[in-house]
Nanobody
Framework: QVQLAESGGGLVQAGGSLRLSCTAS????????MGWYRQAPGKQRELVSS???????NYADSVKGRFTISRDNAKNTVYLQMNSLKPEDTAVYYC????????????????WGKGTLVTVSS
């Protein structure tokens, strides 16, 4: 019931910047926490950053001080500004959203985007 459309990935040199966007659409009453995960080749998917409806944020230690997450609740959109990118940031980045789909106050259901590839060259 919730579709997530990601954009903004691409190829960038080390030290460069990219901005990822993810917009939720479909049938839902509200979206609670949103976030970004990533999966590098041969590795497990890991949390990069998350943000609540109220704006509280959480970051993986590896991206603290370099990445900034934000959201526009009116647009059901979450952003990830990535600065000072490193080759080890290379991964497929997935958007995640937890939405109340059954009724207001129902248990949130997690949805995932298809992912966007970020490649950082050295």
């Amino acid at each position: 019931q919730v579709q997530l459309a990601e954009s903004g990935g691409g190829l960038v040199q080390a030290g460069g910047s990219l901005r990822l966007s993810c917009t939720a659409s479909g049938r839902f009453f509200s979206i609670n926490a949103m976030g970004w995960y990533r999966q590098a080749p041969g590795k497990q998917r890991e949390l990069v950053s998350s943000i609540t409806t109220g704006g509280s944020t959480n970051y993986a230690d590896s991206v603290k001080g370099r990445f900034t997450i934000s959201r526009d609740n009116a647009k059901n959109t979450v952003y990830l500004q990535m600065n000072s990118l490193k080759p080890e940031d290379t991964a497929v980045y997935y958007c995640n959203a937890n939405a109340e789909v059954a009724y207001v106050g129902s248990r949130p259901v997690a949805s995932w985007g298809k992912g966007t590839l970020v490649t950082v060259s050295s």
